[in-house]
């Protein structure tokens, strides 16, 4: 156990630091000319030259990445071109908003999914038809679209939940709460059914396997079976998945805040790639990762504790 | 004594294990076997013996890592493989399991083809050989057009069968063929390797782990324990006087159909494990 | 017993398969989805010739225009006909989808394949980078690479493939690692055949039917994906796309919310029928549609062809309440025809206490079908259609309830497959304590005790580690004993045990029939012991009944069935089993040198 920890760390590690890499060297070679994009048309050539001076620019692109590579290993990811604030305030400003909605949209969509999802393999008929036909709607509809939607019904026709904005939740737990309903509903409605198609073909496999049978023949409770059986071992299959639900979920988020005007990360992203903010854009880039590769290390040590065998291989 | 077919000369065979540092897996330590033409060498065993990895180690399938495997004479243990695919007229294979060993996307005709039309016979050709290969297993023609699953166990490894002569191999190796049968099935296909042997004139390393199997079809075994061979000899030899302990034991632990012989060898085991302390 | 006799029956029917293709267009949902999409492909290409409009001309006059008027469904915020956008938008989302999944289809099934069957470097390594793109944030590389390169969609589209591509890749991978396990691999090998031809013939096909589900969804994704970056408002501003056009209706929404309905009806029609096309591919796959819960079968039954009927096989048995009564058991499966296929058909079955009773049968004998019928345990779909079952005095079949009871503390049951029939995700120990703690109303600590004693008692020299020890930890040898601990462990009236030595060699096999034999002489049980094997009857069993197709065709005390059988199916498996055929010669010079 405790090598397998290590050994997903270092190829964590490995992850950040590769496409960290990459994105640096992509964004320094065929960048445009970032000192014109940011002093604008009518600057003069000696205002760039010294601009780029200033940013670093002029320097060979092996002493400036590693310059980066060190800085951003103690934590300092240097400041926006444009904004001039530093890159990691205004990650650290931004990321709760976007991970509030990730968050509960993956919570939501796990409790949601293995109710479903366990229903449909135990009961099948409507349930199953009901899993099915939902994940097919929220695979085709775009979940922007369907946050369009949603503002339009209840927060600019019916004025029942807010249209715009973000509360923390330190500030006010109810209204973050209220704030986010509808930008959470509009992520959720991709996931959930899918998610419980995955749980559900997981646990009917699950439930024809020999040791079911067997743990009946020994009288096991059905709830026993069901919920300590079954769900442990169909867990696996359900949170790699999820783990997946939880990065497209990062993508989707970027989109919908847009939708919802919720200053999370979507616009910062935005604004930077479309300005050609280096280090903005990597900070980010990285903190994902991280995120990612933190994710799935936590989904890989769940696996791990419920079902010992994944350990070994 | 003629000229042995198949000469095996301490052969050892490690499977690489995952991970950079991991000691490799020695299946075979040092085995040693020969088979003349016409032949059956039953290869006994139970399960980790090593006694598919030899059978599996002469198709060309597992990694040797030592010793030498002889061919009519001729040195294979690495042949390239434009010599292993000459060498599929010569050793040919009829593996246990009967579902997967055959295609199920293919007609058994398609199946049947495959080694014909590799080997450079013509279309027309083929066709009559097919025909000619079902008569020889027992099988009705119009099985040429039909999907593996319209067929039982027992059909399916008659086809495999087929396959495997189809170019007239000189040698089989059968491995496990009749342990996934019905009881009177698996005599029947017993009975027609015996009489395709006796008609053809192959040979078979026939493995198994089911020594009156063995006893049936071997003119000579061979007991495979822990990656090595315990005992070999003339099949009446190692099945009804056994020397080695392992083989003792194995042919003890074995239960006979029959209720008082079955109560007379149980006592019989129950002496010898006393004799030997448990083990 | 020639071979002509009892040859193989006559070849079952052909079934009508068919190609994959030809199953598919029997789905009505897959022909649908299949209509749908091309209409929209359709519609454009040959968007010029359904509208007079430019997608792109303005009209300052237009701005907003109410739909059904001049503009059919209205104009947008710049006075831009919203049908014309919409049609030749359809150019652009459709276009960018192709060019993402050719890309990713590309990269993925070649690399799939050769890491699939050749493995080594080539697969770590493909497989970490595959790795490395999926943990990738997919939308903020594109932002990315959208600040590079400028707003050029195809581009973007194709870097999308890029990221999509180890979906691809990880299916096609695990899809011909599955297939290179299987025999006809080897064999096709063994017969000479080159690995490219092998890939071409016995590989492709595999991969194929799940590729085209994934692209199916992958084109959903992209299409999707697309209109969320122009939404966005980093596309390509001067072509129409559903994107933008969601975008433009955005910044309306409060003067013209209908606007918005358009493009996401578009994008979720093209989505959803490419996504139903998927599915409809998979069920098409697996063969299975989802059946709701039957209802009781309506059609006719299938029944077995009937056995010789042979009145003196059936010996007659000494009076007196027996521990388990089966009389006249029927138990079927619906059919795919609608009717019912019966597999146990009048089955008679009589155990007194303390008694070891063999059934035997080949496969498709129904015996096994008989003891989960005995359990209340038949596998999905499987019914008792008529008899009864009673178990000491109570009748199983009727009353449900008393039989989940019984089950695990006055009826054990020991399975044939030691490994699969253990919960891999909890401890031995574990799987002994929990039902005796539910049966037998013991504490955690007093379940523990016993339990220990048992695992001793079956023979396991060191109970505590096995107790704390995980399924795969331990020998099949050593999990088929644990489990006859389990099934013991409440001190049953009856063991069910299907044939529970069959996976084990045949010295762990003498093992457990010893252990077998000791545990029922101390506990008195009576004992329904499931097997193929004379051998194991011979060893074990006080009495034996013979089956076939269903039916019992022979029974009576063991003595009686080894020497003096007179059901003809009797005499012939007993006259299959090889213990005393003939041993073969070595084989004389002449012999070998013909």
Wanted: charged share 20%; proline share 5%; net charge neutral.
């Amino acid at each position: 156990m405790f090598f397998f920890l290590v050994r997903r760390v270092v190829s964590g590690v490995v992850l950040v630091f590769a496409v960290a890499t990459i994105t640096f060297l992509l964004m320094s070679l065929t960048g445009g000319n970032a000192a014109r994009n940011i002093l604008g048309e009518t600057a003069t050539e000696a205002q760039v030259a010294a601009k780029a001076a200033e940013l670093g620019l002029d320097r060979p692109i092996l002493e400036r990445y590693l310059d980066w590579l060190g800085a951003a290993l103690h934590g300092d990811f240097g400041t926006s071109w444009f904004s001039r604030e530093p890159v990691i305030e205004s990650l650290a400003n931004r990321f709760p908003v976007s991970l509030s909605v990730v968050t509960v949209a993956v919570l939501v969509t796990a409790v949601l999914a293995t109710v479903l999802g366990i229903t449909a393999a135990v009961r099948r008929g409507w349930v199953d038809r009901f899993v099915q036909v939902f994940a097919v709607i929220g695979f085709a509809l775009p979940n922007f679209w369907v946050a369009l939607i949603l503002v339009t019904i209840f927060a600019v026709t019916l004025h029942l939940l807010p249209a715009t904005g973000y509360v923390p939740i330190t500030t006010d737990p109810g209204r973050w709460a209220l704030g986010l309903i509808l930008p959470v509903t509009a992520l959720v409605i991709g996931t959930i059914a899918s998610t419980a198609q995955q749980v559900r073909g997981a646990t009917i496999d699950i439930l024809e396997r020999d040791f079911v049978r067997t743990l009946r023949a020994r009288g096991i409770s059905r709830t026993s079976l069901l919920f300590r059986h079954v769900l442990r071992n169909a867990a696996g299959p359900a949170l790699t998945v999820l783990s997946l639900q939880f990065v497209g979920l990062l993508g989707g988020a970027v989109i919908i805040e847009k939708v919802f005007a919720l200053p999370g990360i979507g616009s910062l992203a935005v604004n930077a790639t479309t300005q050609g903010d280096l280090p903005q854009i990597l900070g980010l880039v990285v903190v994902m990762v991280v995120l990612v590769v933190v994710v799935n290390l936590v989904i890989d040590l769940l696996t791990g504790w419920l079902n010992p065998k994944a350990r070994v291989s | 004594m003629t000229t042995p077919l198949l000469e095996v000369d301490d052969l050892v065979v490690e499977f690489p294990m995952r991970g950079l540092v991991a000691k490799p897996f020695r299946a075979l330590h040092g085995v040693s076997i020969e088979i003349a033409p016409g032949e059956t060498l039953g290869l006994v065993g139970e399960s980790g013996s090593g006694k598919t990895t030899l059978g599996r180690a002469v198709l060309g399938l597992a990694p040797v890592r030592g010793g030498s495997i002889r061919f009519a004479g001729e040195d294979i243990t690495r042949a390239r493989r434009s010599r292993r695919r000459e060498l599929s007229r010569d050793i040919q294979v009829v593996f246990q399991d009967p579902y997967s060993s055959l295609n199920p996307a293919m007609t058994i005709g398609a199946i049947l083809e495959e080694p014909l039309r590799v080997a450079g016979v013509s279309r027309r050709e083929a066709r009559d050989r097919i025909r000619e290969l079902l008569d020889q297993v027992q099988l009705p023609v119009d099985a040429i057009d039909r999907m593996p699953r319209n067929f039982s166990g027992g059909q399916r490894q008659r086809i495999a069968i087929a396959r495997a002569l189809a170019l007239r191999p000189r040698m089989i190796v059968c491995d496990e063929p009749v342990s996934a049968l019905d009881l009177s099935t698996q005599a029947r296909v017993l009975d027609l390797l015996i009489s395709i042997q006796e008609s053809t004139g192959v040979a078979y390393l026939f493995v198994s782990h089911d020594l009156s199997v063995v006893r049936h079809i071997s003119h000579r075994v061979a007991v495979m324990y822990r990656g090595e061979i315990v005992e070999q000899g003339d099949a009446v030899q190692v099945t009804d006087a056994p020397e080695h302990p392992y083989t003792r034991r194995l042919l003890m632990a074995a239960p006979v159909p029959d209720p008082a012989r079955q109560a007379d060898r149980r006592r019989e085991r129950e002496r010898f494990l006393a004799e030997v302390g448990g083990r | 017993m020639t071979e002509s006799a009892v040859s193989a029956p006559a070849l079952a029917p052909v079934t009508s398969g068919g190609g994959l293709t030809r199953r598919l267009l029997r789905e009505p949902m897959a022909v649908g989805a299949l209509i749908v999409f091309a209409l929209i492909v359709l519609a454009s290409i040959l968007a010029p010739l359904l509208t007079p409009w430019d997608p792109n001309r303005a009209e300052l006059s237009d701005v907003l225009a109410p739909p059904f008027g001049e503009h059919i469904l209205g104009a947008d915020s710049a006075g831009r006909d919203v049908l014309a956008r919409l049609l030749y938008g359809g150019r652009a989302s459709l276009l960018g989808a192709l060019i993402a999944l050719v890309v990713a289809l590309a990269i993925g099934i070649p690399t799939g394949l050769i890491a699939g069957y050749y493995q080594r470097w080539f697969d770590s390594l493909s497989t970490w980078t595959a790795n490395l793109l999926m943990s990738m944030p997919g939308l903020i590389v594109l932002l990315a690479v959208i600040s590079v390169l400028g707003p050029r969609m195809y581009t973007v589209m194709a870097v999308f493939g890029i990221l999509l591509s180890p979906g691809v890749f990880r299916l096609t991978r695990s899809s011909v690692m599955a297939v290179r396990k299987e025999l006809y691999i080897d064999a096709a090998k063994v017969s000479g055949v080159s690995d490219v031809r092998i890939i071409g013939r016995h590989v492709l096909g595999v991969v194929r039917a799940p590729l085209v589900i994934q692209a199916s969804m992958m084109a959903g994704i992209a299409i999707v994906l697309q209109a969320g970056l122009e939404f966005l408002g980093v596309g390509d501003s001067t072509t129409a796309s559903w994107g933008q056009m969601l975008n433009d209706a955005f910044t309306n929404i409060y003067v013209a919310p209908t606007m918005l309905v358009w493009p996401g009806l578009m994008i979720g029609i093209t989505v959803g029928s490419l996504a139903l096309f998927g599915t409809a591919l998979r069920d098409a796959v697996q063969g299975t549609t989802s059946v709701g819960k039957r209802r009781r079968p309506q059609g006719e039954e299938t029944v077995p062809a009937p056995v010789e009927v042979v009145a003196e096989s059936i010996r007659p048995v000494a009076e007196g309440a027996p521990l388990l009564l089966v009389e006249g058991l029927r138990v079927g499966y619906p059919a795919a025809d609608g009717g019912t296929t019966v597999v146990v058909d009048g089955v008679d079955l009589r155990i007194a206490r303390g008694e070891v009773h063999g059934v035997v049968g080949e496969s498709g004998s129904g015996k096994s079908q008989t003891a989960f019928s005995i359990l209340g345990l038949l596998p999905v779909g499987g019914e008792v259609l008529e008899g009864s079952i009673h178990f000491d005095g109570v009748d199983l079949v009727s009353r449900g309830r008393e039989r989940e009871l019984l089950r695990g503390s006055r009826i054990g049951y020991i399975p044939q497959e030691p490994m699969s029939n253990l919960d891999p995700a909890f401890t031995l120990g574990w799987q002994l304590v929990e039902p005796m703690r539910r049966h037998l109303g013991l504490s955690r600590s007093q379940a523990r005790t016993r339990a220990l004693d048992l695992l001793d008692r079956v023979g396991i020299a060191d109970p505590r580690r096995t107790f704390d020890a995980h399924p795969h930890e331990v020998s099949g040898g050593m999990a088929q004993r644990v489990l006859i601990a389990g099934a013991v462990s409440c001190d049953p009236d009856l063991l069910i045990a299907d044939e529970p030595t069959t996976a084990l060699d045949v010295t762990v096999q003498a093992e457990v029939l010893d252990l077998l034999r000791s545990l029922q002489a101390e506990r008195s049980m009576g004992v329904m012991l499931v097997t193929h094997n004379f051998g194991v009857v011979a060893d074990l069993c006080d009495r034996v009944t013979v089956m076939q197709r269903g039916r019992v065709v022979e029974s009576g005390t063991a003595n009686e069935i080894f020497s003096d059988a007179r059901h003809p199916y009797t005499r012939m498996l007993l006259d299959s089993t090889l213990e005393d055929a003939s041993v073969r010669p070595a084989l004389t010079p002449t012999e070998a040198g013909r």
